[in-house]
């Protein structure tokens, strides 16, 4: 019996895989039983995170390219290069110094740069505003589908009354 | 007395071993990055600073509020414990091997069931974590977001309207939450399915790491997965996100138990019953052994195939069986042939109290 992948080597491997319940059988090659094994295993060996960040910053080790990071941030002191080979910041400030590479690096690595999640009550400032300000406005919808207009109208008061502090 | 205690007793809450789903999965973790405004990071502080982050964190501990919703919590200094303590604490999972280094910057703050604990200046100032057994992850992100609350009302922390909750690697900014869940998936590595199932989990955005194991191996068929995208979804998307795809995960797992168990019910019990006997009669015993029985037998047990032991007792082993354990219960340094022999001995122990 001939592989059934390859359709060259002769079968020695019988392959059993389950996807979503449906049971599926091959005979294959010893040589396409490890290739199909290997797609299977999902995990790179693990490097250090740290270090691959500096990778997707698009930065390469070359001497040119490093004149271009010798920024460093005014608060902690610590250089663009530091951290493109440590993978971390120094301190808070460092967001806002290295901002032109930061900003790009966190979409690259979360797919996106807009926080839509907890909001600290006391140093929230404004996102804490913006926040209650979209929740109202989901709840002004809601009331207006279920024709509650006056309990609509008494969101709206309070979403405009919260949109006035942000100015 | 949290951490002392810790580290006299083995039991733990998460090791109870009777949560929802506690056939499969062990123990559910939400951890919560947090830095305090206008300090350097971790990495780049002083003794001084750190000093600062301890008495700024102490302050929200024994803040009256604070205290009569979560009790006296003790700040300890992983400085005033001995390196055998500091290791026995990260072999039961309340804090990371981060902590380890460096110890003299870094604390701990522990609840006394051990469900809350607080690491402070590992790479960020505070890393809060909350562990329950079983699938529980709403419930232990409850528990953190009061938590958080609690210590917010003291404490102002660097946040970003735009970014989030500000963390010294940009990998966990934004809602710098980590969600993760232990499992044990032995019918899904015996039926060669696991490589198929972390991959997929992998693309779902989620990773999957091997428990003790070094690199990509797991020992004792022990993975933990977890989140790996932190910014742009809220807690309750990443915490739901993770939930459907671990409930998924368990419906294959059981199906290939049940499979294992109607196919080649002789190989499997015999399998099952040889890790027993060898785990109550072995008078060396490898680490590596050791997981690989204990899963075979937790296999065991949840199939109800041996029915004199439970899930709570096979979670205290794991962590009895770890190296540092063994130095604390013989008070010295041993040469790995003592461990076999100590470990062994212990187990030994543990399952004769049983029948």
Request: glycine share 6%; proline share 3%; with cysteine.
């Amino acid at each position: 019996m001939k592989c059934e992948r390859c359709n060259q080597r002769p079968a020695t491997v019988h392959l059993t895989q389950v996807i979503n319940n449906q049971k599926t059988e091959m005979n294959v090659c010893e040589y396409c039983a490890r290739e199909l094994q290997q797609e299977a295993w999902g995990f790179a060996p693990q490097f250090d995170l740290h270090h691959l960040l500096g990778g997707l910053m698009g930065y390469d080790y070359s001497p040119s390219i490093k004149t271009g990071m010798s920024q460093t941030c005014p608060k902690c002191g610590i250089s663009q290069s530091r951290f493109v080979k440590v993978g971390l910041l120094g301190c808070t400030e460092c967001y806002e110094a290295f901002e032109g590479q930061i900003i790009p690096l966190v979409r690259r690595i979360h797919g996106t740069g807009q926080h839509t999640g907890k909001v600290p009550k006391r140093t929230g400032g404004r996102a804490r505003i913006n926040k209650e300000i979209k929740m109202l406005k989901e709840k002004l919808q809601e009331a207006v589908n279920r024709e509650e207009f006056e309990k609509a109208a008494e969101i709206r008061d309070q979403i405009k009354s919260l949109e006035k502090k942000l100015q | 007395m949290g951490v002392r205690e810790a580290v006299n007793n083995i039991a733990a809450r998460w090791m109870d071993g009777d949560g929802p789903e506690h056939d499969i999965v062990i123990s559910s973790r939400i951890r919560l990055a947090r830095n305090l405004q206008g300090m350097a990071f971790p990495n780049q502080m002083s003794h001084q600073e750190a000093d600062s982050v301890f008495h700024a964190v102490q302050l929200a501990l024994s803040d009256r509020h604070f205290r009569q919703q979560f009790g006296d919590m003790e700040l300890v200094r992983l400085g005033e414990l001995s390196p055998v303590e500091r290791r026995i604490l990260m072999e039961k999972h309340l804090i990371s091997p981060d902590l380890l280094k460096d110890h003299e910057k870094k604390a701990v703050v522990l609840s006394d069931d051990e469900v809350i604990s607080i690491m402070l200046n590992e790479e960020d100032h505070l890393r809060m974590q909350c562990l329950l057994p079983g699938l529980q992850l709403q419930k232990a992100w409850e528990i953190a977001n009061k938590l958080d609350d609690g210590l917010e009302a003291i404490l102002d922390y660097a946040f970003s309207e735009q970014l989030g909750y500000l963390t010294a690697c940009p990998t966990n900014v934004g809602t710098g939450l980590r969600a993760s869940v232990m499992v044990h998936l032995p019918g899904l590595t015996m039926l060669n399915q696991i490589n198929q199932v972390i991959n997929a989990v992998s693309k779902l955005g989620l990773t999957v790491r091997g428990l003790y194991g070094e690199g990509t191996e797991a020992m004792g068929n022990l993975y933990q997965i977890s989140n790996q995208v932190t910014l742009g979804l809220t807690e309750e998307e990443i915490i739901n996100k993770l939930t459907s795809v671990i409930k998924q995960l368990i419906d294959q797992e059981r199906l290939a138990r049940k499979a294992l168990h109607r196919d080649q019910k002789y190989r499997l019990e015999d399998r099952i019953f040889r890790a027993y006997g060898t785990l109550k009669n072995a008078r060396l015993l490898t680490s590596d052994e050791a997981m690989k029985y204990i899963s075979d037998v937790r296999l065991g047990v949840n199939l109800n195939i041996v029915d004199s032991l439970s899930n709570k007792i096979l979670n205290e082993l794991v962590v009895m069986t770890r190296p540092a354990y063994l130095v604390k219960q013989a008070r010295r340094e041993l040469s790995s042939q003592e461990r076999d022999i100590m470990r062994a001995e212990i187990v030994r122990n543990k399952l004769s109290k049983q029948n």
